[in-house]
């Protein structure tokens, strides 16, 4: 163990004012079990501090093929190892002076043992959550609603709460929103996806019922809905059908209310329509699209944004289904697939395929730059990919 003598006497040597350092010098020695292998270092930002020292959880996620993520409760982080030139060691207790409670002035001799050491350490990086693979695990069985009779529905895999959190590299509230947004419903402790017929067919007895009953689209009964609609389907149905196309809202009397999304109901009519054709003359579908709707409804060409692909470049013009869930969720692997499909975009027609790929502060155009190549043609801004396409 060295002494203060001994310091004093190096920092000589070493031509160091003693005045110029911290009073607290301290003097290291390496344990008797000391190895790199044992610990491992992660760089926290502030937010992540203070999740951990709240006593919260942060969990790595990802099956055995997957690249490891690690996961806050509302926040998805990519794992990167961060190699630095300089040794990092590990010393329990260790204080700098500012720690110390009587803040010295005199030079003091602090003895600390160092327990482990790394050249390297875990960096955080926010990250999208990789949320596809949801829709894919619960396609595997798809419910189309309750057995007829005595028939029992077949064995399906089927995955509750925990058995998403384990698969899906993603947090619990970015699953739960996600599950939402894809209008997953939980029957029996499973999460399911509907499936699409059968999620129309609950709609078609909605929307039925508002035209027959004369109801406003903005006040849709609850309690009236279940009574009416029960000998057709189970009530839990057609309320996750009201949550999925509709607002909840309580009137003053307490009584609850639906405002069905024009938006949302028109969607869901347009694929009806679409998934089924390669292309569809867009003067047609229109019209179709119109008489299809529920009456007192009105279709727009914006409310498939996302869904579907305008082609005003052909004779004539046509339109297709082209789902932003179908495309790959890698930012180069969108691209390439969206290039390959169309070789110029404008941006009002790519921004729905790519608006989910902005990172934090990121804008669309700025993702444009960084990715495609811009260019004019009759009058207008277009974007071409910047690589080779492979057809």
């Known amino acids: 163990m060295r002494t203060l003598e001994e310091v004093q ?20 020695s390496f344990g008797s079990n000391v190895t790199s292998g044992d610990y491992c270092l992660m760089e926290l930002d502030e937010t992540l501090c203070k999740h951990v020292e709240a006593g919260k959880s942060l969990i790595i996620r990802g099956d055995k093929d997957e690249h490891a993520i690690l996961c806050s409760e509302d926040k ?41 050491c790394s050249n390297s350490y875990w960096e955080l990086r926010r990250q999208r959550p990789k949320l596809k693979k949801i829709k894919k695990l619960l396609m595997e069985s798809p419910y189309d609603g309750p057995p007829l009779g005595t028939q029992q529905e077949a064995p399906q895999q089927k995955y509750t709460m925990e058995d998403l959190l384990g698969r899906i ?28 017929d ?27 809905c279940l009574e009416e609609l029960a000998p057709l389907e189970p009530k839990e149905m057609i309320e996750h059908c009201l949550n999925c196309f509709g607002r909840r809202f309580n009137t003053e009397d307490g009584e609850i209310m639906y405002a069905l999304d024009e938006e949302k109901v028109c969607r869901a009519t ?17 019209e179709v699209w119109h008489q299809s709707v529920p009456e007192g409804m009105s279709t727009s060409l914006d409310q498939l944004r996302g869904l579907a692909l305008v082609d005003r470049s052909s004779r004539p013009e046509t339109v297709f289904m082209l789902r932003v869930e179908d495309l790959p969720e890698d930012t180069l692997g969108r691209f390439s697939a969206l290039f390959s499909i169309r070789e110029k975009w404008t941006q009002d027609d790519i921004e729905p395929y790519i608006q989910d790929l902005c990172g934090e502060k990121q804008t669309v155009g700025a993702l444009l730059t960084k990715h495609a190549r811009s260019s004019m043609q009759n009058g207008r801004k277009v974007y071409n990919s910047r690589r080779p396409i492979a057809n």
Not at 169 to 196: N, P, V
Not at 205 to 224: A, C, G, M, N, Y
Request: hydrophobic share 40%; proline share 4%; charged share 20%.
């Open 9 to 28: 006497a190096t920092l000589q040597t070493a031509k160091l004012k003693e005045e110029d350092l911290q009073a607290v010098t301290h003097c290291l």
């Open 76 to 116: 998805t982080y990519d794992l990167k190892i961060a190699d630095t030139s300089n040794l990092l060691l590990f010393v329990p207790g260790c204080k700098t002076p500012e720690q110390l409670s009587d803040s010295p002035t005199q030079p003091q001799l602090v003895h600390a043992q160092i327990w482990g």
């Open 169 to 196: 590299q993603a947090s619990k509230d970015e699953i739960e929103s996600h599950l939402q947004t894809i209008h997953a419903c939980e029957i029996d402790g499973y999460w399911r996806m509907l499936d699409f």
């Open 198 to 224: 059968y999620e129309l067919k609950l709609l078609g007895h909605v929307t039925q019922l508002v035209d027959s009953e004369s109801w406003s689209f903005s006040r849709v009964p609850l309690t009236v």
């Open 270 to 286: 347009a694929q009806m329509l679409l998934q089924n054709a390669n292309k569809f003359n867009l003067a047609e579908f229109q």
